[in-house]
C-alpha cells in the first residue's frame, strides 16, 4: 500500500506541530516540510533571551532541530521555497534557493504554514546599512554583534510592541541611548488597556527611554550607513535602527491560486480549508477564531498555531470534519525592566477593533495583606475588560514589579470559558499571606469592577 504524501510548507511553530503529530498518530503517511531559510525552526520570541545571554546557545533557540522530525521518520528540506501550487494535478513547484533549480512535487494533503514576515517602512533611505530587522537566525546574529559594538551607542527603535519593547530592554539595559518611536500614542497601545500602558510608560523613561509616541518616520538619513531617523516630531541621532512595526502574512505567492482575506490573510473554513480541496492553511497567516470576540481576529502566538496545528492533524482524513476548531483566547507575557505582565484575551483596543461591546476596570493594591511591610509587599494591578450588560470576561492583564503573571493563566481560563465577573468574584483560590490575601488579586479586581465594598 503506498503512502500517503503530506507536504507542510514552512518549519516554524505550525509546521513543527503538524509534522511530529502526524508522524505520532498515523501509519503509512509520508510527511515532508519545506522551509524557505536556512536555519530550521528559530524562535524569534526567545531572541531577547538570546541577546541577554541567557540560552544554552543561539543554536538552541529553536522549536526543533531536523534530526528530530527524522528520527520519527519525516524529512524536512531547508532552503526549499515552495513557490506556486498547481492544484488540478495536486502539486507543488519548490525551487532550491542555493542551485535555483525548481522541481514538481505530489501530494496528496498540503498544509501550509507559511507565517508572517516583518514590515519594512516604505521611506527614503530604508536600504542604508544598519537598520535592522528583530526577527530570525540571521538578524539575531546582526543584532548581537551591534550590541557588543563600542560604536553602537544610539539606538532608535520603531515599533512599541511587544518585540519592540524587548530591544528597547536589551539595549538599554547594555548602556546604550535608546529612543523609541511610534505612531500611536503609548508603548503597548495596542496590548494594553491605557492604565496599563501608562505605567509601562513611565517605567521606560524611568530607564532613560526616550519616548516619541504619535510620532511618523518620514525618512532615515546617512551616507552608507544611518546616522538620523526624520519623524514629524524632529530628528533622532541613530548608530542603529532596529525596526519592529510589525508583521504581515507571507502570501503574496498564493494571489491568484488561494483565496486570500483583505490584509492577505489566508482565507479557511471553521476546519481551517481553504477554497483549494486537500489544501488547509494554519498558524499566523489566517485568522482563528477568537473566543471572546467570537469572530476570526489575528492572534499570531505560537500558542495558537501549535493548538491550530493539532487540531487540523486529528481531523485531516475526515471527509468531513466531526467539529469545528473550538477557537483560541490570545494570551501572552512579557518584561519591560522591572515590571512583568501577561495578558489575555480583549482589551479595550482590540474590542473597538473587533466590533465588539465593552466596558473596562482598573483595580490598584497591594499583593498581601496590610500588616506585610510595603518593602514586603508589592503594588499590583489588575485591568479587565468585559461585556457591559451580561458580564461576561472578554479579556484583561496584570502587571507588578513581583511575578505575577501566572494570574495570567487563570484569566485566559476565565475568558475561555466565558466567566463573568460575579464568577470571577467569588472563585475559589487559596490563601496564605505570605503570597496573597483572603480575597485574592483577581477575586479583588472582579469585586473592584462590581463596585462591590473592598475588603
Known amino acids: 500500500m503506498s503512502k500517503q504524501k503530506v507536504i507542510i510548507v514552512g518549519a516554524s511553530h505550525g509546521g513543527h506541530e503538524s509534522a511530529i503529530e502526524l508522524l505520532d498518530q498515523y501509519q503509512n503517511l509520508d510527511v515532508t516540510i519545506y522551509e524557505a531559510g536556512d536555519f530550521v525552526s528559530f524562535m524569534s520570541c526567545g531572541m531577547e533571551l538570546y541577546l541577554k545571554d541567557e540560552v544554552t546557545a543561539k543554536d538552541d533557540v529553536r522549536n526543533f532541530a531536523p534530526a528530530d522530525l527524522e528520527a520519527k521518520g519525516g524529512k524536512i528540506f531547508n532552503n526549499h521555497q515552495v513557490t506556486a501550487i498547481h492544484p488540478e494535478q495536486k502539486t507543488v513547484t519548490v525551487k532550491d534557493t542555493h542551485s535555483g533549480q525548481s522541481e514538481e512535487v505530489d501530494y496528496d494533503k498540503l498544509i501550509l504554514s507559511s507565517g508572517v514576515r516583518p514590515v519594512s517602512l516604505p521611506v527614503e533611505g530604508a536600504d542604508l546599512d544598519y537598520i535592522y530587522l528583530m526577527r530570525g537566525y540571521d538578524w539575531a546574529t546582526k543584532i548581537k554583534e551591534a550590541l557588543e559594538s563600542p560604536a553602537i551607542q544610539d539606538v532608535v527603535v520603531i515599533g512599541a510592541g511587544y518585540i519592540g519593547l524587548e530591544a528597547v530592554d536589551v539595549f538599554a539595559s547594555r548602556g546604550k541611548r535608546v529612543s523609541l518611536v511610534d505612531v500611536i500614542d503609548r508603548p503597548l497601545g495596542t496590548y494594553l488597556n491605557p492604565e496599563l500602558a501608562d505605567l509601562v510608560a513611565e517605567e521606560l523613561k524611568h530607564h532613560d527611554v526616550d519616548l516619541y509616541m504619535n510620532a511618523k518616520v518620514e525618512r532615515f538619513q546617512g551616507a552608507d550607513k544611518v546616522q538620523t531617523v526624520v519623524t514629524d516630531k524632529g530628528e533622532i541621532k541613530a548608530d542603529l535602527v532596529i525596526v519592529a512595526a510589525g508583521v504581515q502574512p507571507n502570501t503574496d505567492w498564493l494571489q491568484g491560486t488561494v483565496d486570500l482575506e483583505p490584509g492577505g490573510f489566508i482565507k479557511v473554513d471553521e476546519y481551517f480549508r481553504t477554497n483549494l480541496s486537500d489544501v488547509y492553511a494554519i498558524g499566523d497567516a489566517v485568522?482563528?477564531?477568537?473566543?471572546?470576540?467570537?469572530?476570526?481576529?489575528?492572534?499570531?502566538?505560537?500558542?495558537?498555531?501549535?493548538?491550530?496545528?493539532?487540531?487540523?492533524?486529528k481531523h485531516l482524513f475526515e471527509a468531513k470534519p466531526s467539529q469545528a476548531f473550538?477557537?483560541?483566547?490570545?494570551?501572552?507575557?512579557?518584561?519591560?525592566?522591572?515590571?512583568?505582565?501577561?495578558t489575555s484575551g480583549l482589551n479595550a483596543f482590540t474590542a473597538e477593533k473587533a466590533g465588539v461591546s465593552y466596558r473596562t476596570s482598573f483595580y490598584h493594591d497591594r499583593l498581601r495583606p496590610a500588616y506585610i511591610p510595603d518593602d514586603h509587599n508589592p503594588e499590583v494591578y489588575v485591568?479587565?475588560?468585559?461585556?457591559?450588560?451580561?458580564?461576561?470576561?472578554?479579556?484583561?492583564?496584570?502587571?507588578?514589579?513581583?511575578?505575577?503573571?501566572?494570574?495570567?493563566?487563570?484569566?485566559?481560563?476565565?475568558?475561555?470559558?466565558?466567566?463573568?465577573?460575579?464568577?470571577?468574584?467569588?472563585?475559589?483560590?487559596?490563601?496564605?499571606?505570605?503570597?496573597?490575601?483572603?480575597?485574592?488579586?483577581?477575586?479583588l479586581a472582579a469585586q473592584h469592577a462590581l463596585d462591590l465594598a473592598p475588603f
Open 287 to 313: 485568522l482563528p477564531l477568537s473566543i471572546p470576540a467570537g469572530k476570526p481576529l489575528p492572534i499570531a502566538l505560537a500558542t495558537t498555531a501549535r493548538r491550530e496545528a493539532q487540531y487540523l492533524v
Open 326 to 342: 473550538a477557537g483560541v483566547v490570545g494570551s501572552s507575557a512579557l518584561s519591560v525592566f522591572d515590571y512583568h505582565f501577561a
Open 383 to 443: 485591568s479587565l475588560t468585559y461585556n457591559p450588560l451580561t458580564h461576561q470576561i472578554l479579556g484583561g492583564a496584570v502587571l507588578s514589579s513581583y511575578d505575577v503573571t501566572a494570574q495570567g493563566n487563570v484569566l485566559a481560563l476565565a475568558v475561555g470559558h466565558k466567566m463573568t465577573l460575579e464568577d470571577l468574584a467569588q472563585a475559589d483560590f487559596f490563601f496564605q499571606p505570605g503570597f496573597d490575601r483572603q480575597w485574592s488579586l483577581l477575586n
